[in-house]
């Protein structure tokens, strides 16, 4: 099984940017589908934020961040990443990487794997 670790979470400006990396080890990463989750206090729903196919061809995204996020991954470092671009106060979250071996899907219900997050504050 993949084991899944995040970094890159912090403190940013309104209209900054910020990059998330997840690291995975343990398993062949290319063999999964991969998701980005935030989760905010008091709301123990994992909102979807993006998804990318095993070989990054296909990608998906919610609403609330379309044209500001991308996700991207790197099956020869083991990486995936969320670029973060112009973040509003409301994409403060706990940010969780998520896998699954098969096709991507959208829902976190659908994944198996998970990382421990990583905290991003969005503030002047």
């Known amino acids: 099984q993949v084991q899944l670790v995040e970094s890159g979470g912090g403190l940013v400006q309104p209209g900054g940017s910020l990059r998330l990396s997840c690291a995975a080890s343990g398993d062949t990463f290319s063999d999964y589908a991969m998701g980005w989750f935030r989760q905010t206090p008091g709301d123990p729903r994992d909102e979807f934020v993006a998804?990318?196919?095993?070989?990054?061809?296909?990608?998906y995204y919610s609403e609330p961040v379309k044209g500001r996020f991308t996700i991207s991954r790197d099956n020869a470092k083991n990486t995936l990443f969320l670029q973060m671009n112009s973040p509003e106060p409301e994409d403060s979250a706990n940010y969780y990487c998520?896998?699954?071996?098969?096709?991507?899907?959208?829902?976190?219900?659908?994944?198996?794997?998970w990382g421990q997050g990583t905290q991003v504050t969005v503030s002047s």
């Open positions: 998804a990318i196919s095993r070989n990054g061809d296909n990608t």
């Open positions: 998520a896998g699954y071996r098969g096709v991507v899907v959208t829902t976190p219900t659908g994944y198996d794997y």
